[in-house]
């Protein structure tokens, strides 16, 4: 079946740690992201890339770096930079308006600083 | 700046009754808007849409309508089920820059 995966699906780390949640994708979709979910907050808007090897900041891209290498993966690295690193991290694609537009989300990666 | 806003972070309405979730927008340039249930710890669903085109798109027991004057779109859930509960984002699209820009959450409980 067509999807989004993430993982992990939980990751627990120590300040001062780099992590790096995956994010593959096999629908084949050019646009993908990365959101930020807190407590009573909507989706933030780290970084998105339209196309392979291309990749743009969003409104919180701050402590957080990516890359896009291959047209199904978008891994995500929260770096020690990161002051507020604990969260709920989604990944998503879109096949860029061609037919709906619509953002196909996984299951997310819940992140935890110990 | 939030550009999409849900003014209401919660609403409780009685099984079988129905469910009206607000949205307002500052952006004009928006042309297509869109509307994600989530569950906690899961990734958000999406669950119906409407291009700026258009004032009214129906699917089901689920309807949005868009006041473009108003910058406004609504989510109406008629009957209300217990199985609506779970918190509903609005979220809106510059089809040229393919960048979604998503409200803050309402959180929806549907009473049996």
């Known amino acids: 079946d067509g999807g989004i995966t993430q993982s992990p699906k939980y990751l627990f780390r120590k300040e001062g740690q780099n992590v790096t949640l995956s994010c593959e994708q096999n629908l084949n979709h050019d646009a993908m992201y990365w959101y930020r979910q807190d407590p009573g907050q909507g989706l933030r808007l780290i970084y998105y890339?339209?196309?392979?090897?291309?990749?743009q900041k969003g409104d919180i891209a701050e402590g957080y770096s990516v890359s896009r290498e291959k047209k199904e993966s978008f891994p995500l690295t929260v770096t020690s930079a990161q002051k507020n690193p604990t969260a709920f991290y989604l990944c998503?694609?879109?096949?860029?308006?061609?037919?709906?537009?619509?953002?196909?989300f996984g299951e997310g990666s819940r992140l935890t600083v110990l | 700046d939030q550009q999409v806003k849900q003014n209401s972070p919660s609403l409780s309405v009685q099984e079988g009754r129905i469910s009206i979730l607000n949205c307002d927008y500052t952006?004009?340039?928006?042309?297509?808007f869109l509307w994600y249930k989530k569950y906690p710890a899961e990734g958000p669903t999406f669950l119906i849409s409407?291009?700026?085109?258009?004032d009214k798109n129906e699917d089901g027991r689920f309807t949005v309508f868009l006041n473009k004057s108003a910058k406004h779109l609504s989510l109406h859930i008629v009957p209300s089920q217990p199985g609506d509960s779970a918190v509903y984002f609005c979220a809106a699209n510059l089809y040229n820059f393919n960048k979604f820009y998503f409200g803050s959450g309402t959180k929806l409980n549907v009473k049996p």
């Open positions: 952006n004009s340039m928006f042309d297509y």
């Open positions: 890339s339209q196309i392979v090897n291309d990749f």
């Open positions: 409407i291009s700026s085109i258009k």
């Open positions: 998503a694609s879109t096949d860029g308006g061609k037919n709906t537009g619509e953002l196909f």
